[in-house]
């Protein structure tokens, strides 16, 4: 079985490496945008299977870029990292398509079982 | 006789002092009166009156006699005999009150007729009275009984007799007194409303000046206390941005330090780092549980309002807490009204309220301990739900301060915003809490929520 393809999209550099060790460590293959812009340029070349996508960020919203990711792929599962605002800006996220979301700082096991979830969605 | 009333016997005496003619009870006709000084007084002054005597019949009696000429130039004498009860009907017809008192004395103080109070007729007049030739005058006496007395003395001018009226001077005074009292009967009514008005009136001043000054102190308080939460609330969701993402790299960091240590062979202190990553990761977590509560507790800002069963949200939330209550073996019993009237309120919000202070009952309570939840419809607007526990209750200065954000009594164990949070929903969503506490005895606290919700 080939690894499950997952985008990480943070600002937080030191956070989204470190996640995306964590991850390759348990065999994923793990493609890292720091910002919305980058995180879209994947859509054109090398498209994930899931996109791990936090909500507070510079530039675009991360509201926005999962409007545009929908856009693009609407069948994308996407899982969203909440700072602040916590369920509300969640429950949002998942009114335009998100699979689900995560409140920061994460359970790496949760994230997994998540992540896993969110594959087997599609059909 | 009788048509003449009072009279007792008449009788006509010549100059020589015979009687010539008598009309009378006795055998008088041809006695000689020469002799007696009353007929020779007649003689000499025309007329005569006697002073009361008891005569022969023993009832007082006056004489009277008077000289007649004939025109041959003899002259006849008079004489008669009235019986003096004639005077006491007329002192009787002044129609004297129970105070006075009405009578004549001769000018020797000799009783002429009886009197109400200081004896009968030819007794003598206990008190002193002026002698001579005068007007009518009066004095202040103080008679034998011992009561101030206003005597009126009014000597006849041809005749011994001086008329004496006699009043008591309380009697006398008395319309005065009367009207006086009734004066200050209703002067001292008047004072006495005044007073009684002026201290109402007052009190109730003071009263509501108190209560307009404790009004205002709590509504001060609340507003106070309201600013407390909600700049508790910005500050909250700060610092939770500003920690929540150096601490998500903290937890990635750390664990990743776990996953290569768990990766690794073994090697010299592996177990050691091992433990003490995993004491960062907790740590990780506790600041996590933190930050999420203040989160949410910024969160609480905005309500989603649904008509729901009071009953069956506090029974879902105590599905939370059955499995330590029954592990610790403590006793919940509850009493709710059947048909308690559905309310308008937030559901998630609501089971926050009680799930908070069903944990506190809970961390009260020893083992084995109780705790009570009722239900009941206040009035018309109001439902209320208690919830009492026989647990270690809390001192008055906890009771004050326990709906203040960060208070605590327990330590590190609590972030010390659950009750404020609690508080602060019941509030918004337009309810009380009562606490009721003792120590050593538990702690009730009661939460009264709106029916429905204004506006």
Not at chain 2, 199 to 218: G, N, P, Q, S
Request: charged share 25%; proline share 3%; hydrophobic share 40%.
């Amino acid at each position: 079985m080939d690894p499950l393809k997952v985008l990480l999209v943070d600002d937080e550099k030191e956070f989204v490496t470190t996640l995306a060790e964590r991850l390759e460590l348990r065999g994923f293959q793990v493609l890292i945008a720091t910002d919305g812009e980058e995180a879209l340029r994947f859509f054109d070349t090398d498209l994930p299977q899931v996109v791990v996508l936090d909500l507070m960020m510079p530039g675009l919203s991360g509201m926005e870029v999962l409007k545009r990711m929908k856009a693009i792929d609407f069948k994308i599962p996407v899982i969203l990292l909440t700072g602040h605002g916590a369920t509300k800006d969640g429950i949002r996220g998942m009114q335009l398509g998100a699979f689900d979301y995560l409140m920061k700082p994460i359970d790496i096991n949760e994230l997994i079982s998540k992540l896993d979830d969110a594959v087997k969605s599609v059909p | 006789m009788d048509e003449y009333c009072c009279l007792v016997d008449l009788g006509l005496i010549n100059k020589k002092g015979i009687q010539l003619s008598y009309v009378g009870p006795y055998e008088f006709l041809g006695k000689n009166y020469s002799k007696q000084s009353w007929f020779q007084e007649v003689v000499v002054k025309g007329n005569y009156i006697s002073d009361v005597f008891m005569g022969y019949r023993q009832f007082p009696h006056v004489a009277i006699a008077v000289l007649r000429r004939t025109e041959e130039g003899r002259y006849l004498i008079l004489r008669a005999t009235i019986d003096t009860s004639k005077f006491d009907n007329i002192i009787a017809s002044m129609q004297l009150d129970q105070e006075s008192d009405a009578f004549l004395i001769n000018r020797e103080g000799i009783l002429q007729t009886p009197s109400r109070f200081y004896g009968k007729t030819l007794d003598k007049y206990p008190m002193s009275f002026p002698r001579g030739n005068y007007g009518p005058i009066v004095v202040e006496e103080v008679d034998p009984q011992n009561r101030k007395m206003l005597v009126a003395y009014a000597p006849f001018t041809k005749i011994n007799y001086i008329m004496v009226l006699t009043k008591q001077r309380s009697a006398l005074l008395k319309p005065w007194y009367t009207l006086r009292s009734k004066m200050l009967f209703i002067f001292a009514i008047s004072v006495v409303t005044i007073i009684l008005v002026v201290f109402k009136l007052t009190d109730t001043v003071v009263k509501r000046v108190k209560e307009a000054d404790e009004k205002r102190e709590l509504a001060y308080r609340e507003v106070q206390h309201t600013h407390k939460l909600s700049s508790i609330g910005r500050l909250a969701a700060g610092v939770a941005h500003e920690v929540n993402n150096p601490l998500a790299i903290i937890n990635e960091k750390a664990g990743l330090v776990k996953d290569l240590i768990e990766h690794t062979p073994k090697f010299e202190k592996k177990e050691k780092y091992l433990e003490l990553v995993e004491s960062v990761l907790q740590s990780v977590n506790r600041c996590k549980t933190i930050t999420h509560r203040l989160l949410g507790f910024a969160k609480r800002m905005e309500v989603e309002f649904e008509n729901l069963d009071l009953n069956d949200l506090i029974k879902e939330v105590l599905g939370f807490l059955e499995k330590e209550a029954l592990y610790r073996n403590i006793d919940i019993s509850m009493h709710m009204e059947n048909d308690l009237p559905w309310i308008d309120s937030d559901r998630s919000q609501l089971q926050q309220v009680f799930l908070n202070i069903l944990t506190n009952a809970l961390a009260a309570v020893e083992d084995e301990g109780r705790i009570t939840i009722s239900t009941w419809g206040k009035d018309q607007e109001t439902v209320v739900a208690s919830i009492q526990d026989n647990g270690s209750g809390m001192s008055e200065e906890t009771r004050r301060h326990i709906f203040e954000p960060f208070f605590t009594t327990k330590k590190e164990k609590g972030t010390g915003l659950g009750l404020s949070i609690t508080y602060g929903i019941v509030k918004k969503l337009g309810g009380d809490i009562d606490i009721k506490t003792k120590v050593g005895e538990g702690t009730t606290f009661t939460i009264f929520l709106p029916k429905k919700q204004k506006g």
